[in-house]
């Protein structure tokens, strides 16, 4: 229940926050689920016995505070030896459980019985996939033995999140409280935003010449443009074999040439917004719909050119052998919505592509005059300017009715995201 109120903005004050966050830890590392009941009963006991002259409910609270004695002294004295090593991935997706090993080791002579593992410290939008805080348990553990467990967890929200700590305990004598110890050990995670098939995309882009071509971006045999030699590589055409080269090295090589030709798109993510916070759902759903943009354009061998600005001007450039989805994804997943106008920083950097770009795609969460005043400025630069308004209701302005072309225009109902986004 608490740390759903940790995410709600009933609680704006900095130090309330700090101070259930904090009773948080104490109540997950020192009680167990049975015990935090146990608690809870024995606070309402001691109320009912405070009256000792007119009531024997005191006794009852006796017992309580009994057990809870028992069970503080053993947990002081409850040690274990024993260390923990996280081996997690560096990436993983919003909603999809991401499963990783934890090793255990067992430093002492004496076996262990019933050693729970978890995380500790969990940063919002981080839950694990376990309920009730019973997350992986090892049953036995013999003397300086180590072994694997696995655990899950998953996140409700893109970004980049630190996880500080795991813990591995052990239940006390009675069940009510645990002992335990933390493992810092901060390793960094990168949460990918969802994305979607898309099956088409109304976008007549043509192939655009690259003068010199693109740096890295070369294929074999698209073109007369010989630049060099390399070797052999499953797949390759045989009449692009160098023969000579062959005879000479005494190991297969082909020739290896550069396209100046290709299909480059302009991705643009509008990350401004009035209310960041309020409207963060649509937000989402704009990054989102960007992400499966671009694993589209990758899948058609677009060149990408990504951008989004907000405090800081994020460029990415992907496709066609300069980097795959998952450095676009990166980015998005570092993208916020922000009260400034990304416009202005995005201009000069896109503005040097113009004539490069078979097409420019606009992804915001409403469609206003600082729109068409982009448009405006783009108009007539750009062969193909296609705007996609990813949102809850109508927006404010049509977009249809602004650019040349309308049928390409797309408003998207940020709720029915995947089915929309089939045909855009």
Same mark, same amino acid.
């Given at each position: 229940?608490?740390?759903?109120?940790?995410?709600?903005?009933?609680?704006?004050?900095?130090?309330?926050?700090?101070?259930?966050?904090?009773?948080?830890?104490?109540?997950?590392?020192?009680?167990?689920?049975?015990?935090?009941?146990?608690?809870?009963? @024995? &606070?309402? $006991?001691?109320?009912?016995?405070?009256?000792?002259? @007119?009531?024997?409910?005191?006794?009852?609270?006796?017992?309580?505070?009994?057990?809870?004695?028992?069970?503080?002294?053993?947990?002081?004295?409850?040690?274990?030896?024993?260390?923990?090593?996280?081996?997690?991935?560096?990436?993983? *997706?919003?909603? *999809?459980?991401?499963?990783?090993?934890?090793?255990?080791?067992?430093?002492?002579?004496?076996?262990?019985?019933?050693?729970?593992?978890?995380?500790?410290?969990?940063?919002?939008?981080?839950?694990?996939?376990?309920?009730?805080?019973?997350?992986?348990?090892?049953?036995?553990? @013999?003397?300086?033995?180590?072994?694997? $467990?696995?655990?899950?967890?998953?996140?409700?929200?893109?970004?980049?999140?630190?996880?500080?700590?795991?813990?591995?305990?052990?239940?006390?004598?009675?069940?009510?409280?645990?002992?335990?110890?933390?493992?810092?050990?901060?390793?960094?995670?990168?949460?990918?935003?969802?994305?979607?098939?898309?099956?088409?995309?109304? &976008?007549?882009?043509?192939?655009?010449?690259?003068?010199?071509? $693109?740096?890295?971006?070369?294929?074999?045999?698209?073109?007369?443009?010989?630049?060099?030699?390399?070797?052999?590589?499953?797949?390759?055409?045989?009449?692009?074999?160098?023969?000579?080269?062959?005879?000479?090295?005494?190991?297969?090589?082909?020739?290896?040439? #550069?396209?100046?030709?290709?299909?480059?798109?302009?991705?643009?993510?509008?990350?401004?917004?009035?209310?960041?916070?309020?409207?963060?759902?649509?937000?989402?759903?704009?990054?989102?719909?960007?992400?499966?943009?671009?694993?589209?354009?990758?899948?058609?061998?677009?060149?990408?050119?990504?951008?989004?600005?907000?405090?800081?001007?994020?460029?990415?450039?992907?496709?066609?052998?300069?980097?795959?989805?998952?450095?676009?994804?990166?980015? &998005?997943?570092?993208?916020?919505? *922000?009260?400034?106008?990304?416009?202005?920083?995005?201009?000069?950097?896109?503005?040097?592509?113009?004539?490069?770009?078979?097409?420019?795609?606009?992804?915001?969460?409403?469609?206003?005059?600082?729109?068409?005043?982009?448009?405006?400025?783009?108009?007539?630069? $750009?062969? #193909?300017?296609?705007?996609?308004?990813?949102?809850?209701?109508?927006?404010?302005?049509?977009?249809?009715?602004?650019?040349?072309?309308?049928?390409?225009?797309?408003?998207?109902?940020?709720?029915?995201?995947?089915?929309?986004?089939?045909? &855009?």
């Amino acid at each position: 229940m608490l740390d759903r109120l940790l995410n709600l903005p009933l609680l704006p004050w900095a130090f309330t926050r700090w101070v259930i966050s904090k009773y948080m830890l104490i109540r997950d590392r020192h009680f167990s689920w049975e015990g935090r009941y146990v608690l809870l009963a @024995g &606070l309402f $006991v001691a109320l009912m016995a405070l009256d000792v002259q @007119g009531t024997r409910v005191y006794v009852i609270w006796s017992i309580f505070f009994g057990a809870f004695f028992v069970s503080l002294h053993a947990k002081i004295f409850y040690r274990f030896p024993v260390t923990l090593t996280r081996h997690i991935p560096r990436v993983a *997706s919003v909603e *999809s459980p991401l499963t990783y090993r934890v090793g255990v080791k067992n430093l002492s002579t004496k076996p262990l019985y019933e050693l729970h593992i978890r995380e500790e410290g969990l940063p919002r939008f981080v839950r694990h996939v376990h309920e009730r805080g019973v997350v992986t348990m090892v049953d036995a553990l @013999g003397p300086e033995e180590q072994t694997t $467990v696995r655990l899950s967890l998953n996140f409700q929200r893109r970004g980049v999140y630190e996880l500080p700590a795991l813990r591995a305990e052990r239940f006390c004598p009675l069940g009510i409280m645990r002992s335990g110890k933390a493992f810092p050990g901060n390793n960094q995670v990168i949460v990918f935003p969802t994305w979607y098939p898309i099956e088409r995309v109304r &976008l007549s882009a043509a192939n655009v010449h690259q003068p010199g071509g $693109v740096p890295l971006a070369s294929t074999v045999g698209e073109s007369m443009e010989f630049i060099g030699l390399r070797e052999y590589r499953s797949g390759d055409q045989i009449k692009h074999i160098s023969w000579k080269a062959w005879a000479r090295l005494g190991k297969p090589a082909v020739r290896e040439f #550069q396209s100046e030709y290709f299909k480059r798109v302009a991705l643009v993510m509008d990350t401004h917004s009035d209310n960041p916070e309020g409207r963060r759902d649509e937000f989402e759903a704009a990054v989102s719909a960007c992400a499966s943009l671009a694993h589209h354009f990758e899948e058609h061998e677009y060149i990408i050119d990504l951008f989004a600005a907000g405090k800081e001007l994020y460029y990415m450039q992907a496709g066609r052998g300069l980097g795959g989805l998952d450095s676009i994804l990166e980015v &998005l997943a570092l993208v916020e919505p *922000s009260r400034h106008e990304p416009f202005p920083k995005i201009d000069t950097p896109l503005r040097d592509l113009l004539s490069r770009l078979s097409a420019l795609v606009l992804v915001t969460t409403d469609w206003q005059k600082r729109h068409e005043d982009f448009y405006q400025s783009l108009e007539g630069h $750009v062969p #193909q300017f296609k705007p996609v308004v990813v949102r809850q209701g109508k927006p404010t302005k049509d977009p249809a009715a602004t650019v040349d072309n309308p049928e390409i225009a797309a408003v998207i109902d940020a709720k029915k995201l995947s089915e929309e986004l089939i045909v &855009l």
